[in-house]
């Protein structure tokens, strides 16, 4: 075989082997409500999702950035990480061009808010905007904030009516909140691929490259309620 024709198999070949990798990796399992339980996915507006991890996110340097306040959100998203055993994943960015996931602090208020820029065909996020209220600067409400929010940036739209769930809408001021075995099964439905255990409905093959024309993206906004007291029933 000559050197020409040698290059053009190796050229062939390489390229097969991008396209069934491509593939598989375009995959994506979809779940039932009944895969992981218990949820509250029933009580959602939505279920939307990353296309993959890590998430880029870059924390907004304006006049009410301090390096603390972004250590105490940071630590609020790494309950997600540590409750996903790694399976979510985030990456601090330094340019605010490079973020997927904008974040900023109000210390006017003690709630929070989200928005998800989304293509509602493929429940793909290809965006999001956070607010996370620092009022009063405790640490403990800093993180309950936090990691509330990433919930909802990770693709949960809509809150729990348990109050043990942290994507319940009100946090209890003073008191640490704690993702439960419900917040993780919601996360596990929305990434299911990425978890072992889940009743898996069918495969769908994803366009991982421009949507379809007919696939305008759409944007939700979360607004969280303020916090409670220990004494509020």
Known sequence: MSRTKRLWSLSLIALLTSIVNASRTMQ???CTE???KPNYISQLTALIRWREFPVRVYFMRDENYTPKRQQLAVEGFQQWVQATDKKVQ????EEEAEGQLLVRFDPASKAGRTDCTFYP???EIVRAEMVIGVQGDSPIDIQNVAVHEFG???GIVGHSTRQDDVMYPRYTVG???H???NDLNVIKTAYCELFEGGQVLASLERTRGLPSSRDEPRKVRIVCEKPRSVSDK
């Open 28 to 30: 994506q399992h979809i």
């Open 34 to 36: 009944d895969s992981f």
């Open 90 to 93: 985030f990456v601090l960015v």
């Open 121 to 123: 065909e493929r429940r």
């Open 152 to 154: 909802h940036a990770l």
């Open 175 to 177: 008191v640490q909140a």
């Open 179 to 181: 993702i439960s075995a």
